[in-house]
T-cell receptor
Framework: DAGVIQSPRHEVTEMGQEVTLRCKPISGHDYLFWYRQTMMRGLELLIYFNNNVPIDDSGMPEDRFSAKMPNASFSTLKIQPSEPRDSAVYFC?????????????FGPGTRLTVL | AQSVTQLGSHVSVSEGALVLLRCNYSSSVPPYLFWYVQYPNQGLQLLLKYTSAATLVKGINGFEAEFKKSETSFHLTKPSAHMSDAAEYFCAVSPSNDYKLSFGAGTTVTVRA
Protein backbone atom coordinates (compact mmCIF):
# COMPACT_ATOMS: atom_id res chain seq x y z
CA ASP A 1 0.00 0.00 0.00
CA ALA A 2 1.32 3.45 -0.90
CA GLY A 3 0.09 5.05 2.30
CA VAL A 4 -1.47 8.49 2.53
CA ILE A 5 -0.24 10.71 -0.27
CA GLN A 6 -0.04 14.48 0.03
CA SER A 7 0.91 17.09 -2.51
CA PRO A 8 2.73 19.32 -2.77
CA ARG A 9 5.33 18.50 -0.12
CA HIS A 10 6.44 22.12 0.03
CA GLU A 11 4.58 25.28 -0.93
CA VAL A 12 5.86 28.83 -0.80
CA THR A 13 3.42 31.57 -1.67
CA GLU A 14 2.81 35.23 -1.10
CA MET A 15 0.24 36.70 1.22
CA GLY A 16 -3.15 36.99 -0.44
CA GLN A 17 -2.68 34.08 -2.80
CA GLU A 18 -4.89 31.01 -2.88
CA VAL A 19 -3.33 27.77 -1.69
CA THR A 20 -4.68 24.27 -2.34
CA LEU A 21 -3.35 21.24 -0.52
CA ARG A 22 -4.21 17.77 -1.74
CA CYS A 23 -4.58 14.40 -0.11
CA LYS A 24 -5.17 10.85 -1.28
CA PRO A 25 -6.14 8.57 1.63
CA ILE A 26 -5.36 4.89 1.91
CA SER A 27 -7.71 2.86 -0.25
CA GLY A 28 -10.62 1.49 1.76
CA HIS A 29 -10.30 3.97 4.60
CA ASP A 30 -13.54 5.75 5.39
CA TYR A 31 -12.25 8.53 7.65
CA LEU A 32 -10.07 11.42 6.57
CA PHE A 33 -8.54 14.07 8.83
CA TRP A 34 -6.74 17.36 8.21
CA TYR A 35 -4.30 18.60 10.85
CA ARG A 36 -2.08 21.64 11.20
CA GLN A 37 1.20 21.56 13.11
CA THR A 38 3.02 24.65 14.37
CA MET A 39 5.62 25.23 17.05
CA MET A 40 3.28 27.49 18.99
CA ARG A 41 0.08 25.45 18.87
CA GLY A 42 1.31 21.92 18.29
CA LEU A 43 -0.89 19.51 16.35
CA GLU A 44 -4.43 20.76 15.76
CA LEU A 45 -7.31 18.92 14.14
CA LEU A 46 -8.91 21.16 11.52
CA ILE A 47 -11.66 18.99 10.07
CA TYR A 48 -12.55 15.37 9.50
CA PHE A 49 -14.73 13.46 7.08
CA ASN A 50 -16.56 10.15 7.27
CA ASN A 51 -17.54 8.56 3.97
CA ASN A 52 -16.76 11.85 2.21
CA VAL A 53 -19.08 13.86 4.48
CA PRO A 54 -17.64 16.55 6.78
CA ILE A 55 -18.39 15.55 10.37
CA ASP A 56 -16.64 18.19 12.46
CA ASP A 57 -15.08 21.38 11.14
CA SER A 58 -14.90 23.15 14.48
CA GLY A 59 -11.13 23.31 14.21
CA MET A 60 -11.12 25.28 10.98
CA PRO A 61 -9.64 28.61 12.04
CA GLU A 62 -11.51 30.99 9.78
CA ASP A 63 -13.71 31.26 6.75
CA ARG A 64 -10.55 31.56 4.72
CA PHE A 65 -10.14 27.83 5.18
CA SER A 66 -12.29 25.31 3.36
CA ALA A 67 -12.05 21.56 2.80
CA LYS A 68 -13.75 19.23 0.39
CA MET A 69 -13.84 15.52 -0.26
CA PRO A 70 -15.51 14.95 -3.64
CA ASN A 71 -14.86 11.21 -3.57
CA ALA A 72 -13.36 8.50 -1.39
CA SER A 73 -9.89 8.88 -2.86
CA PHE A 74 -9.34 12.63 -2.84
CA SER A 75 -9.58 15.62 -0.53
CA THR A 76 -8.46 19.24 -0.70
CA LEU A 77 -7.76 21.90 1.88
CA LYS A 78 -7.93 25.41 0.48
CA ILE A 79 -6.80 28.68 2.01
CA GLN A 80 -8.01 31.85 0.34
CA PRO A 81 -6.57 34.38 0.88
CA SER A 82 -3.47 33.08 2.59
CA GLU A 83 -1.73 34.96 5.41
CA PRO A 84 1.75 34.62 6.95
CA ARG A 85 0.23 33.16 10.13
CA ASP A 86 -1.01 30.21 8.05
CA SER A 87 2.57 29.03 7.68
CA ALA A 88 2.68 25.53 9.13
CA VAL A 89 2.92 21.86 8.24
CA TYR A 90 -0.44 20.46 7.19
CA PHE A 91 -1.03 16.76 7.60
CA CYS A 92 -3.68 14.55 6.15
CA UNK A 93 -4.51 11.28 7.89
CA UNK A 94 -6.92 8.45 7.17
CA UNK A 95 -8.38 5.59 9.13
CA UNK A 96 -10.79 2.71 8.88
CA UNK A 97 -13.47 1.92 11.39
CA UNK A 98 -12.23 -1.30 12.99
CA UNK A 99 -13.60 -2.37 16.31
CA UNK A 100 -14.49 1.25 16.99
CA UNK A 101 -10.90 2.28 17.38
CA UNK A 102 -9.45 5.29 15.66
CA UNK A 103 -6.01 4.33 14.39
CA UNK A 104 -4.90 7.05 12.03
CA UNK A 105 -2.30 6.81 9.28
CA PHE A 106 -0.58 10.08 8.50
CA GLY A 107 0.78 11.41 5.26
CA PRO A 108 4.21 13.07 5.06
CA GLY A 109 2.71 16.55 5.30
CA THR A 110 2.81 19.74 3.26
CA ARG A 111 5.08 22.48 4.56
CA LEU A 112 3.41 25.80 3.74
CA THR A 113 5.27 29.07 3.90
CA VAL A 114 3.32 32.28 3.31
CA LEU A 115 5.54 35.30 2.75
CA ALA B 1 -13.64 16.44 27.15
CA GLN B 2 -10.48 14.43 26.77
CA SER B 3 -6.95 15.79 26.99
CA VAL B 4 -3.41 14.61 27.58
CA THR B 5 -0.44 16.24 29.26
CA GLN B 6 3.07 15.22 28.37
CA LEU B 7 5.58 15.98 31.08
CA GLY B 8 8.82 17.28 29.66
CA SER B 9 9.15 18.77 26.20
CA HIS B 10 12.69 17.45 25.79
CA VAL B 11 14.33 14.25 26.99
CA SER B 12 17.98 13.39 26.46
CA VAL B 13 19.23 9.86 27.03
CA SER B 14 22.45 7.97 26.43
CA GLU B 15 22.49 5.17 23.91
CA GLY B 16 21.56 1.97 25.73
CA ALA B 17 19.82 3.76 28.58
CA LEU B 18 16.16 3.57 29.55
CA VAL B 19 13.75 5.82 27.71
CA LEU B 20 10.79 7.03 29.80
CA LEU B 21 8.24 9.46 28.38
CA ARG B 22 5.40 10.55 30.62
CA CYS B 23 1.79 11.07 29.65
CA ASN B 24 -1.19 11.78 31.87
CA TYR B 25 -4.71 11.89 30.54
CA SER B 26 -7.99 13.44 31.51
CA SER B 27 -11.12 11.68 30.39
CA SER B 28 -14.70 11.43 31.54
CA VAL B 29 -15.04 7.97 29.99
CA PRO B 30 -12.65 5.02 29.68
CA PRO B 31 -10.26 6.33 27.07
CA TYR B 32 -8.47 4.93 24.08
CA LEU B 33 -4.81 5.97 24.33
CA PHE B 34 -2.11 6.15 21.71
CA TRP B 35 1.55 6.91 21.30
CA TYR B 36 2.75 8.25 17.96
CA VAL B 37 6.30 8.97 16.80
CA GLN B 38 7.34 11.63 14.32
CA TYR B 39 10.75 11.41 12.69
CA PRO B 40 12.20 14.59 11.15
CA ASN B 41 10.30 15.78 8.10
CA GLN B 42 7.85 12.90 8.26
CA GLY B 43 4.27 12.31 9.31
CA LEU B 44 3.24 10.67 12.54
CA GLN B 45 3.48 6.90 12.87
CA LEU B 46 1.55 4.82 15.39
CA LEU B 47 3.80 3.18 18.00
CA LEU B 48 1.13 1.50 20.11
CA LYS B 49 -2.43 1.82 21.35
CA TYR B 50 -4.46 0.95 24.44
CA THR B 51 -8.05 -0.12 23.84
CA SER B 52 -9.20 -1.41 27.24
CA ALA B 53 -7.68 -4.85 26.87
CA ALA B 54 -4.31 -5.63 28.50
CA THR B 55 -2.95 -2.75 30.56
CA LEU B 56 0.62 -3.37 29.35
CA VAL B 57 0.78 -2.64 25.66
CA LYS B 58 3.68 -3.60 23.45
CA GLY B 59 4.38 -1.63 20.31
CA ILE B 60 6.86 -1.43 17.51
CA ASN B 61 10.61 -0.84 17.84
CA GLY B 62 10.75 -2.25 21.38
CA PHE B 63 8.49 0.34 22.98
CA GLU B 64 5.80 -0.45 25.49
CA ALA B 65 3.37 1.52 27.62
CA GLU B 66 1.38 0.75 30.73
CA PHE B 67 -2.12 2.03 31.39
CA LYS B 68 -2.60 2.94 35.05
CA LYS B 69 -6.13 4.04 35.76
CA SER B 70 -5.40 4.99 39.37
CA GLU B 71 -2.71 7.39 38.20
CA THR B 72 -4.46 8.39 34.93
CA SER B 73 -1.16 7.71 33.21
CA PHE B 74 0.06 6.03 30.05
CA HIS B 75 3.85 6.32 30.18
CA LEU B 76 5.99 5.09 27.31
CA THR B 77 9.20 3.14 27.92
CA LYS B 78 11.98 1.42 26.07
CA PRO B 79 14.65 -0.47 28.02
CA SER B 80 17.58 0.44 25.79
CA ALA B 81 17.69 3.55 23.62
CA HIS B 82 19.06 3.40 20.11
CA MET B 83 20.27 6.31 18.02
CA SER B 84 17.35 5.72 15.66
CA ASP B 85 14.92 6.52 18.49
CA ALA B 86 15.71 10.22 18.19
CA ALA B 87 12.35 11.74 17.24
CA GLU B 88 9.33 13.54 18.63
CA TYR B 89 6.78 11.47 20.50
CA PHE B 90 3.12 12.33 20.92
CA CYS B 91 0.61 10.91 23.35
CA ALA B 92 -3.01 11.05 22.21
CA VAL B 93 -6.43 10.23 23.63
CA SER B 94 -9.74 9.41 22.02
CA PRO B 95 -13.08 8.72 23.66
CA SER B 96 -14.48 5.32 22.92
CA ASN B 97 -17.50 6.73 21.14
CA ASP B 98 -15.81 9.24 18.89
CA TYR B 99 -12.98 9.29 16.41
CA LYS B 100 -11.22 12.54 17.20
CA LEU B 101 -7.71 12.32 18.63
CA SER B 102 -6.52 14.92 21.10
CA PHE B 103 -2.74 15.14 21.02
CA GLY B 104 -0.30 16.19 23.68
CA ALA B 105 2.32 18.85 23.00
CA GLY B 106 4.96 16.27 22.20
CA THR B 107 8.31 15.24 23.70
CA THR B 108 11.49 15.46 21.69
CA VAL B 109 13.97 12.67 22.39
CA THR B 110 17.67 13.04 21.68
CA VAL B 111 20.02 10.10 22.04
CA ARG B 112 23.66 10.69 23.01
CA ALA B 113 26.33 8.34 21.73
Amino acid sequence: DAGVIQSPRHEVTEMGQEVTLRCKPISGHDYLFWYRQTMMRGLELLIYFNNNVPIDDSGMPEDRFSAKMPNASFSTLKIQPSEPRDSAVYFCASSQQTSGVNEQFFGPGTRLTVL
Amino acid sequence: AQSVTQLGSHVSVSEGALVLLRCNYSSSVPPYLFWYVQYPNQGLQLLLKYTSAATLVKGINGFEAEFKKSETSFHLTKPSAHMSDAAEYFCAVSPSNDYKLSFGAGTTVTVRA
